[in-house]
């Protein structure tokens, strides 16, 4: 159950056009099972010249028309309308099931050539690389955000034997489908882009695209398994899309 | 069909109002990074606010058009031109098949849009045709125009815009335009330092007084790298703080981001979705176009004003756009 009273979320404007709902104060699982569920809900409602939100670590940012909210008497700015009217629909909430989000199996291959910090993120920690590669597959991940770059995911908690702080000087281009980690996070390329993780792994799957409806194969709240294969696994699963 | 790209310019890129409801997924907005001068340039082809035009940045392209078409200049004024007249803006031009439309020195402003009636047709990605450079989707195959690209409109458009064409006769210029044309503030558009305003973030009250009182007492330029991404600002390194961490949170255009280095970054058109560094607050979002229009080596300080007071200018600028549309209209039937 979500019950959050009111007391539970807090509002504050974020320019004239969005306003941010804070669900909780660290990013943690519950938190962001509150905050999927709270921003289905809020989505459900088709509130009018509500344009975007964003779930993030402890909030939710909501993009909207302020033209859309005004008060004929003025009284009230469109944001405090925009805040009533998301407040009026609380209680209902209170009744609303938290579940858990889908559970997302990843292959990825943990080989050399696909994992350029692997020895020096093994070696950091004292472990092998065969026992990065049973932590890292062995955890079932909760999507705590999508953002960085289209289609990215922040994925945790990463056990704490993996945590290293992101590379001093970040790597001008990290190839589509890299799987990494830097401090509490992992998460995975979805284009080849400029980073500054640890990479341990790559993955045939696309994270994202464009022409799809839904355009991430990941979204915030979803669950995400990795699930070890070979490199010839790899190239097969990469042909085949 | 409507016109050849020759050369490309800069960087001329398709863009709309922008890209909403996918920034859940980390899909940036996009967009015109002057909204105001899309609207206006729409408008005045008979178009709707959200149809696709050309975004032309300081160094304008040259343009052969292969049919007669309405088009619409808006914005930063480019020094564009027909043959060797200079192409009126803020009103309609009637261009003739086989004009040739070039830009020169940039006189005012950074960004300049060009409109033409029906609206630019190129597919739409996840609702909408802005081009979002960095993934490489949307506009004119996710990229900026290049020489040899060919510009399609859709058909359409006001049907009096339509009559305005059989009633004019094509000067030997190549183009033919009505006398009226929209007006602009072009003093507010030339202050120096620009006055933006701002509501102060969730994080104000964080800053030191030295820090707030520096970020409305000084003026700041614009930095070399500043992009449709974000404004890099310089002049006024505002702290070497350490705020501690901030969770990630969903920025929005205009969000004044602080990074360690202290030059504050304000989000443009192409802005991720999401923001880890502390923020002074949000430019009010009538000012972006303003603010869209400086270029690198421009100066600008900042003015607080409070949320109400920014909601009521974004409502008086909506009033003010919705009677430049009417008084188009009126114009036009004349």
Same mark, same amino acid.
């Given at each position: 159950?979500?019950?959050?009273?009111?007391?539970?979320?807090?509002?504050?404007?974020?320019?004239?056009?969005?306003?941010?709902?804070?669900?909780?104060?660290?990013?943690?699982?519950?938190?962001?099972?509150?905050?999927?569920?709270?921003?289905?809900?809020?989505?459900?409602?088709?509130?009018?010249?509500?344009?975007?939100?964003?779930?993030?670590?402890?909030?939710?940012?909501?993009?909207?028309?302020?033209?859309?909210?005004?008060?004929?008497?003025?009284?009230?700015?469109?944001?405090?309308?925009?805040?009533?009217?998301?407040?009026?629909?609380?209680?209902?909430? /209170?009744?609303?099931?938290?579940?858990?989000?889908?559970?997302?199996?990843?292959?990825?291959?943990?080989?050399?050539?696909?994992?350029?910090?692997?020895?020096?993120?093994?070696?950091?920690?004292?472990?092998?690389?065969?026992?990065?590669?049973?932590?890292?597959?062995?955890?079932?991940?909760?999507?705590?955000?999508?953002?960085?770059?289209?289609?990215?995911?922040?994925?945790?908690?990463?056990?704490?034997?993996?945590?290293?702080?992101?590379?001093?000087?970040?790597? /001008?281009?990290?190839?589509?489908?890299?799987?990494?980690?830097?401090?509490?996070?992992?998460?995975?390329?979805?284009?080849?882009?400029?980073?500054?993780?640890?990479?341990?792994?790559?993955?045939?799957?696309?994270?994202?695209?464009?022409?799809?409806?839904?355009?991430?194969?990941?979204?915030?709240?979803?669950?995400?398994?990795?699930?070890?294969?070979?490199?010839?696994?790899?190239?097969?699963?990469?042909?085949?899309? | 069909?409507?016109?050849?790209?020759?050369?490309?310019?800069?960087?001329?890129?398709?863009?709309?109002?922008?890209?909403?409801? &996918?920034?859940?997924?980390?899909?940036?907005? @996009?967009?015109?990074?002057?909204?105001?001068?899309?609207?206006?340039?729409?408008?005045?082809?008979?178009?709707?606010?959200?149809?696709?035009?050309?975004?032309?940045?300081?160094?304008?392209?040259?343009?052969?058009?292969?049919?007669?078409?309405?088009?619409?200049?808006?914005?930063?004024?480019?020094?564009?031109?027909?043959?060797?007249?200079?192409?009126?803006?803020?009103?309609?031009?009637?261009?003739?098949?086989?004009?040739?439309?070039?830009?020169?020195?940039?006189?005012?402003?950074?960004?300049?849009?060009?409109?033409?009636?029906?609206?630019?047709?190129?597919?739409?990605?996840?609702?909408?045709?802005?081009?979002?450079?960095?993934?490489?989707?949307?506009?004119?195959?996710?990229?900026?125009?290049?020489?040899?690209?060919?510009?399609?409109?859709?058909?359409?458009?006001?049907?009096?815009?339509?009559?305005?064409?059989?009633?004019?006769?094509? @000067?030997?210029?190549?183009?033919?335009?009505?006398?009226? @044309?929209?007006?602009?503030?072009?003093?507010?558009?030339?202050?120096?330092?620009?006055?933006?305003?701002?509501?102060?973030?969730?994080?104000?009250?964080?800053?030191?007084?030295?820090?707030?009182?520096?970020?409305?007492?000084?003026?700041?330029?614009?930095?070399?790298?500043?992009?449709?991404?974000?404004?890099?600002?310089?002049?006024?390194?505002?702290?070497?703080?350490?705020?501690?961490?901030?969770?990630?949170?969903?920025?929005?255009?205009?969000?004044? &981001?602080?990074?360690?280095?202290?030059?504050?970054?304000?989000?443009?058109?192409?802005?991720?979705?999401?923001?880890?560094?502390?923020?002074?607050?949000?430019?009010?979002?009538?000012?972006?176009?303003?603010?869209?229009?400086?270029?690198?080596?421009?100066?600008?300080?900042?003015?607080?004003?409070?949320?109400?007071?920014?909601?009521?200018?974004?409502?008086?600028?909506?009033?003010?756009?919705? &009677?430049?549309?009417?008084?188009?209209?009126?114009?036009? @039937?004349?």
């Amino acid at each position: 159950m979500l019950n959050p009273t009111n007391t539970d979320l807090s509002f504050s404007p974020l320019g004239d056009r969005a306003l941010l709902v804070e669900v909780g104060d660290h990013a943690d699982p519950a938190t962001v099972a509150r905050i999927r569920a709270l921003a289905d809900y809020l989505a459900r409602l088709r509130l009018p010249g509500v344009l975007d939100f964003v779930p993030a670590l402890c909030t939710i940012g909501v993009h909207y028309d302020p033209e859309r909210w005004r008060d004929q008497s003025e009284a009230r700015t469109p944001y405090e309308m925009l805040v009533a009217r998301i407040q009026q629909a609380l209680p209902e909430l /209170a009744s609303l099931e938290v579940s858990d989000g889908p559970l997302r199996e990843i292959p990825v291959c943990y080989e050399p050539e696909f994992a350029e910090d692997m020895e020096a993120l093994a070696g950091a920690h004292g472990l092998s690389t065969e026992q990065v590669i049973e932590i890292h597959s062995g955890t079932v991940y909760t999507v705590y955000m999508i953002g960085f770059a289209p289609g990215f995911a922040y994925l945790g908690p990463l056990d704490e034997r993996l945590e290293l702080p992101r590379r001093e000087t970040p790597r /001008a281009r990290v190839p589509a489908g890299s799987v990494a980690v830097a401090n509490q996070y992992t998460g995975i390329y979805p284009a080849d882009l400029p980073g500054g993780w640890h990479v341990i792994a790559r993955t045939p799957l696309p994270l994202f695209d464009s022409s799809r409806d839904q355009p991430s194969l990941l979204g915030a709240g979803d669950r995400v398994q990795f699930v070890p294969i070979g490199a010839a696994a790899f190239r097969k699963l990469q042909r085949g899309r | 069909m409507a016109a050849e790209v020759i050369r490309a310019g800069l960087l001329t890129t398709v863009q709309d109002l922008g890209r909403f409801g &996918q920034q859940r997924f980390g899909v940036p907005v @996009s967009g015109a990074m002057d909204s105001r001068s899309l609207s206006i340039a729409n408008r005045l082809v008979g178009n709707g606010d959200n149809a696709a035009a050309l975004e032309i940045t300081l160094v304008g392209p040259v343009l052969r058009f292969d049919s007669h078409t309405l088009i619409a200049l808006c914005g930063g004024d480019l020094g564009a031109v027909v043959g060797d007249k200079p192409l009126p803006m803020n009103r309609p031009v009637w261009i003739a098949a086989g004009s040739r439309l070039a830009f020169g020195r940039c006189v005012t402003g950074c960004r300049a849009y060009l409109a033409f009636a029906g609206g630019i047709d190129v597919p739409e990605v996840l609702g909408s045709r802005s081009t979002y450079l960095r993934a490489g989707f949307g506009g004119l195959q996710g990229r900026a125009l290049k020489a040899g690209d060919r510009i399609e409109v859709m058909t359409g458009g006001e049907s009096y815009f339509l009559r305005l064409r059989e009633a004019r006769a094509f @000067s030997d210029d190549g183009f033919a335009a009505p006398k009226w @044309s929209v007006r602009v503030d072009s003093e507010r558009l030339m202050m120096r330092p620009q006055l933006v305003r701002f509501v102060a973030g969730r994080h104000w009250e964080r800053l030191t007084p030295g820090v707030r009182n520096r970020f409305v007492g000084e003026n700041f330029g614009v930095g070399a790298a500043s992009d449709r991404m974000g404004y890099r600002l310089e002049g006024v390194e505002l702290d070497k703080h350490s705020f501690g961490d901030i969770a990630s949170e969903a920025v929005t255009l205009g969000t004044i &981001q602080l990074p360690p280095d202290g030059n504050p970054i304000v989000l443009m058109a192409d802005r991720q979705t999401i923001g880890g560094y502390p923020r002074v607050g949000e430019v009010a979002s009538v000012d972006m176009p303003l603010l869209a229009q400086l270029k690198p080596g421009d100066t600008l300080r900042f003015e607080r004003i409070a949320l109400v007071e920014a909601q009521k200018l974004v409502h008086a600028q909506t009033s003010a756009l919705a &009677q430049i549309g009417a008084s188009i209209m009126a114009a036009g @039937s004349r």
